[in-house]
């Protein structure tokens, strides 16, 4: 049997402020978001916090300043196996993004199936 080993998918976030936003789909039954990388910036001050659509909050809320950029993860040697999120199974993964900002960047994750340790 061949060593399970899924693909790590980038993904563009152009998220408007003010609310809470999409920022990768549902992957399905059975299946479920992990995430390694999370690069962005804001137009003006406000904050962030990230969260799947159960809704359960995977950090803190936390400020930005204006044009300054948050990174969480590594974009490089990246272990599928420790993610810095986990997202319930068939849930989005969103943001919260506080009424003063958009927010712009990448994510980058795989869709893991619960035979593989999705929970």
């Not at 920022?23 to 299946?31: D, R, S, T």
């Not at 950029?69 to 919260?96: D, E, F, H, M, Y």
Request: proline share 5%; with cysteine; hydrophobic share 45%.
């Amino acid at each position: 049997m061949a060593a399970y080993e899924p693909n790590i998918n980038p993904a563009v976030v152009n998220l408007a402020k003010n609310g809470t936003r999409d920022m990768v789909a549902a992957p399905g039954a059975g299946l479920a978001i992990w995430v390694y990388y999370i690069n962005g910036t804001t137009d003006a001050a406000g904050t962030v916090s990230f969260l799947d659509s159960t809704p359960t909050t995977h950090t803190g809320v936390m400020p930005l300043a204006a044009t300054k950029t948050l990174v969480l993860g590594s974009s490089t040697a990246i272990n599928w196996r420790a993610p810095i999120i986990k997202c319930a199974v068939n849930t989005k993964l969103q943001a919260t993004l506080s009424v003063n900002s958009d927010f712009d960047g990448i994510v980058q994750y795989a869709i893991i199936d619960a035979a593989h340790g999705a929970a």
